[in-house]
């Protein structure tokens, strides 16, 4: 059987985020998949998939999901009505 490559020993990583890339990111974050992500924008599922495994990609995703932390707790300590009120969380 082959060798599993390392993440970091791709032989073109991005330099850079583009908007595309951080819309990429961000949708990703959101919790769209990448097949989801690829349909939309107009892209193939592995250049979305190139992005989000990428050095700046992880970085950026691993920033974004600590601010979405920050501001979830944030909300649950503003609205702790919500769970008193019934029906008002849902869709």
Request: with cysteine; aromatic share 2%.
């Amino acid at each position: 059987m082959g060798r599993v490559p390392d993440i970091d020993n791709n032989s073109r990583q991005l330099k850079h985020l583009t908007d595309q890339h951080l819309e990429m990111l961000r949708r990703a974050v959101a919790g769209q998949r990448v097949g989801k992500i690829a349909a939309e924008m107009g892209v193939h599922r592995t250049t979305v998939s190139r992005v989000l495994n990428s050095r700046l990609g992880r970085e950026c995703r691993a920033r974004l999901h600590g601010e979405m932390d920050r501001m979830v707790a944030k909300a649950g300590a503003v609205l702790p009505f919500a769970r008193i009120v019934p029906g008002i969380m849902r869709k």
